[in-house]
């Protein structure tokens, strides 16, 4: 297994070029199960998680060609109706194609995720709203088990603002008999790129953005060709990097208004941030200031972030409250900070973090991708030589992420194993 190796304490400097997102990829290379000719995606990010996608939609008889970052797929050939165990275990996206594929096929065979690292994360806000559309759903032997005749539209209202599970209804009404209104929908920005992608393949989705999206079910939906945005998360990850390490860094080809709530909270704590069109300066303040944070769904401060601010507030001056509202078990990295010598209490959903003034290395560890990016950012700033193990998590969703930090300064490698 690889390992990535970390001197740390040098103030990163420099360009990065933000990828493009995972989340917005994952869903959008599924969407095209839904059209009967070849979908072209660019500015598709090189990650684990998109060669685990690949490997399902071609399992499932799509035609699957990558060029540099355009991936062109094919989905005439539709004909295997199943998503195994082997694939979903790995990814948990892949439930996305359990609309499609009603859509397409009328029927799936869609294995059940379980739980996972950062909590239970079930499925029963997708499968309720699925039958919602009319579809038959039987839990047999680890497997959703989905049937239909035609999906008619209905009015859906999800308990809780679930962002795959939005996505996955979008696309299922997009074939449906009918007007599908979903009401209290998650408002990501990969939400409303999925609509504006069903909307080029010439679906009627409308309100995407907002708690309620309404789908006007079309017949036939037409391939596209279309751009991926860039990742958010990836973005927050290296404006972070620049306020933990004093360092000074410009992201390009990212997108300033998908992280008003981060820049807030960045310039809440002395960091400079400066905005252009597609582009972010961040410069580090000396020492940052704590500031409070409580993960909410979109446009709140994203979970996917609160590990990585987690470090910054490690080493900030004061106490800073962090509270993880989304997923039930995401402080699985603060055990791992503390080796490092952070002072953090943890009670219930609710982590407190006292300022320390310096990190100390350690070699660490982690079981998720958000958590093993934290570790990496703990490192840039560690005294000493910090090796994280089981970077096989942050493939799933960081292109190249020592090669961008080694191109800022960072004293960074990978070693394989
Ligand atoms: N939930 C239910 N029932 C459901 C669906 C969700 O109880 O049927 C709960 C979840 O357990 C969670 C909350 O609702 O407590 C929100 O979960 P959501 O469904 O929105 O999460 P997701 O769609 O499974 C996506 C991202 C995650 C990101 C979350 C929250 C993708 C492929 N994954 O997951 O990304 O953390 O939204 O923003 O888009 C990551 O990239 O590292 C990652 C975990």
Redesign the pocket.
Known sequence: MDKIIIEGGKPLKGKVRISGS??AA??LMVSSLLVDGESVFSNVPKLHDIESIKRLLSDLGARIETTGDHVRIHAGGLCNHEAPYDIVRKM??SI?VLGPLIARLKKARVSLPGGCA??????????DALSRLGVDIKLEHGYVQASVEHLKGSDIFF???????T?NIMMAAALADGVTTLHNA?Q?P?VVALAEALNMMGAKVQGAGTPTITITGTSELRPVSISIIPDR?ETGTFMIAAALTRGDITLVDCEPSHLEVVIDKLRHTGARVELEEKCIRVSGPNTPLSVDVKTL??PGF???LQAQFMVLMSVADGVSIISET???NRFIHVSELKRMGADITISGNTATVRGVSKLSAAPVMAT???ASACLVLAGLVGEGTTVVNRVYHLDR?YESIEKKFSALGANITRIKG
């Open positions: 995972k989340n994952l869903p948990r996206a996305l950062i909590g239970a994360r079930p499925i029963n806000l997708h499968l308990d809780i603002a679930t962002v795959t599970g996505e998650a990501e990969e998360i769904p979109y994203p979970t996917d989304i997923f039930e998720d991708l958000r969703g």
